[in-house]
């Protein structure tokens, strides 16, 4: 099956500095690669799709590059804010399944 | 509210008993899935209904779970004979026709407790 990594250390950063989360995968390209948001106690919130034949998406202040050759998803908030601060998962789409990773926490200091 | 609702958003429960919980899905929306999350991970897919039929089904899941989605409408997760490694977070999402990998609405969650 397929394996997700994101850094389980948390991301810590000033106010204003681009932050940029990784997600690294093994096994077969998704179709599609996600990123939600989750805040502690509530649901995952969707950000942004990737297809596998995309390089870049971009939505407001983020942005999203998908490698398939580095299997690797690279997800960026530019100017970030304080109210940015939370656990950000990436989560891949194949065979009608999700996979998720364990996520990675931002802090955002002002 | 349009958005995914799932109920209870609470549950503590004795060892051996059984649990239901309920997912209303956003009304157009004919994707459903079932995930559990423990603290520190990600979600963990359970299983995925396209209208009323199983699609998927996690290898994960022992023959204690079962899931419904009668009519293609609101859905139901049970857990029979409750184990301690339960609990977690049990979450719902949604998703629209057209792109089978395509954005997923999720609930605000069931936390189950079994103690």
């Known amino acids: 099956s397929q394996k997700i990594e994101q850094n389980s250390e948390a991301l810590n950063i000033q106010e204003g500095k681009t932050a940029t989360l990784t997600c690294n995968y093994t096994n077969y390209s998704p179709a599609y690669l996600q990123w939600y948001r989750q805040d502690p106690g509530r649901g995952p919130v969707f950000l942004l799709l990737i297809r596998e034949n995309e390089k870049e998406k971009r939505k407001e202040r983020l942005k999203v590059t998908f490698d398939t050759t580095l299997k690797q998803s690279l997800f960026h908030i530019t100017a970030s804010q304080p109210a940015d601060s939370a656990t950000y998962l990436c989560?891949?789409?194949?065979?009608?399944?999700?996979?998720f990773g364990s996520g990675t926490k931002l802090n955002v200091k002002p | 509210d349009t958005g995914v609702s799932q109920n209870p958003r609470h549950k503590i429960t004795k060892r051996g008993q059984n649990v239901t919980f309920r997912c209303d899905p956003i009304s157009e929306h004919n994707r459903l899935y079932w995930y559990r999350q423990t603290l520190g991970q990600g979600p963990e897919f359970l299983t995925y209904f396209q209208n009323e039929a199983q699609l998927e089904k996690s290898r994960l899941l022992s023959d204690r779970f079962s899931a419904e989605r009668p009519k293609g409408s609101f859905s139901t997760l049970e857990i029979q004979r409750t184990e301690q490694g339960d609990s977690a977070m049990y979450l719902c999402?949604?998703?629209?026709?057209?792109?089978?990998?395509?954005?997923?609405?999720f609930g605000p969650g069931t936390r189950l407790t079994v103690t």
């Open positions: 989560a891949l789409y194949n065979f009608n399944k999700f996979y």
């Open positions: 999402a949604s998703s629209r026709p057209g792109l089978a990998g395509d954005e997923q609405y």
